[in-house]
């Protein structure tokens, strides 16, 4: 059904802003990038209202510097720099300045997180092969399907709620943390500011921003009570619980599972399975679709493939190009009537690469994490889990 090709010349896919694992092997917690995500998604129209509200300002006021000086001076006040950023958090964001300086007095710098968030320098061949083998293997099987059968009322229930396949939700936790076995234990604030302050990129000076960013959300949630930004824990990009939400992910997306009106993403499965439900829907997820389209495609496949991160195609164009549905008893039909892409599976060092046709769904998945494996990887550990379990498939047939 999905068409593999020898690579004559492999594309280059983005290299996109994402947090990586608190413990190998490597978990990617790309969810920073929910607070520069598209604002225009596939969604419904109430849910695509609630996404562009939830979007805050960005923090201009800070800069990031080489090296590991301290966020203070000598007489124990905030650096010049990380004094006005303060002032335009409280300003911004509705928290009192003192407040707001309090928490950055306590941040230290990070080596570690420094070390870990360095690029090598040294290019890593892609491969899907590999990387499918680290997430879709046995272990992370057999965990899932305990998993699963342990909070089946609690998977149930989020998967009804958000339209999301239950399969789906319990993959995602799993390749994140493996079932909240890693979230990691690093300081969250000291993380944030770290890479916001001390830890500039050349090439992407945005991404300092991005890491200020989440830095306002934490002192925020901080603020209003939800969560304890001195003592939070996550991984060294700054990734919480068992979903590995960014603070901003989990100011604006998270979700309350279990009616007890706050959010813990670290010891409540309810709310982290809620969360990552709302999380997908909000970005585009489209109950009942597949995550890709059973479609053979011609072998000129490759001249569809754009790189991007939103669905571009309609099924009338591939199919005036020779592409055909490979029928599918499981499957229904309602995918032709959405946009779709054509992603590539790079695997470099066999010069191959393998393409196939993505729905709205697959692109709500590269929202969580901006990555064609990442996503990919997410379905087809789905699958193993919901042919184990009986239901709940990520194909788009009903659940239980």
Request: hydrophobic share 40%; net charge neutral.
């Amino acid at each position: 059904m999905f068409k593999a090709a020898r690579l004559l010349q492999a594309a280059p896919i983005f290299a996109f802003f994402t947090g990586c694992a608190s413990v190998p092997p490597a978990i990617n917690t790309a969810q920073a990038d929910a607070t520069t995500s598209r604002q225009e998604t596939l969604a419904t129209a109430p849910y695509a209202v609630q996404l562009r509200a939830s979007l805050a300002p960005s923090i201009k006021a800070g800069q990031s510097v080489p090296g590991s000086g301290p966020f203070i001076t000598p007489e124990g006040q905030l650096q010049p720099d990380i004094q006005a950023y303060a002032r335009e958090v409280a300003a911004t964001r509705n928290v009192p300045q003192e407040h707001v300086e309090k928490l950055l007095l306590l941040a230290r710098v990070d080596p570690q997180v420094v070390r870990l968030m360095t690029p090598s320098g040294k290019r890593i061949k892609r491969s899907w092969v590999t990387y499918r083998q680290r997430y879709v293997e046995p272990v992370r099987i057999k965990q899932g399907v305990t998993f699963w059968q342990s909070h089946k009322a609690e998977v149930d229930r989020a998967a009804a709620q958000y339209g999301v396949p239950p399969s789906i939700l319990v993959s995602i936790i799993g390749v994140e943390t493996l079932y909240g076995r890693y979230t990691g234990n690093f300081s969250v604030l000291d993380a944030l500011a770290t890479l916001g302050f001390r830890h500039p990129d050349v090439n992407r000076p945005e991404r300092s921003q991005l890491f200020r960013d989440q830095l306002a959300d934490l002192i925020e949630l901080d603020y209003r009570g939800e969560l304890n930004a001195t003592t939070a824990t996550g991984s060294f990009a700054g990734a919480i619980g068992l979903p590995q939400f960014m603070p901003g992910s989990l100011r604006r997306f998270a979700a309350d599972g279990d009616n007890d009106r706050r959010i813990d993403l670290h010891d409540s499965i309810p709310d982290a399975l809620a969360s990552v439900g709302k999380f997908l829907r909000l970005h585009g997820w489209e109950p009942g679709l597949p995550v890709f389209a059973p479609v053979q495609l011609p072998q000129n496949a490759a001249q569809w493939v754009d790189g991007g991160l939103k669905p571009t195609l309609r099924w009338q164009q591939l199919e005036q190009a020779g592409a055909y549905v490979a029928r599918s008893p499981r499957t229904t039909m309602a995918w032709t009537q959405y946009p779709v892409g054509v992603i590539d599976l790079l695997d470099e060092p066999r010069g191959m690469a393998e393409y196939r046709v993505a729905t709205p769904n697959f692109f709500a998945l590269t929202e969580y994490n901006r990555s064609y494996f990442y996503a990919t990887s997410v379905a087809e550990l789905a699958q193993e889990l919901a042919d184990r379990m009986g239901y709940g498939a990520p194909d788009g047939t009903p659940a239980q």
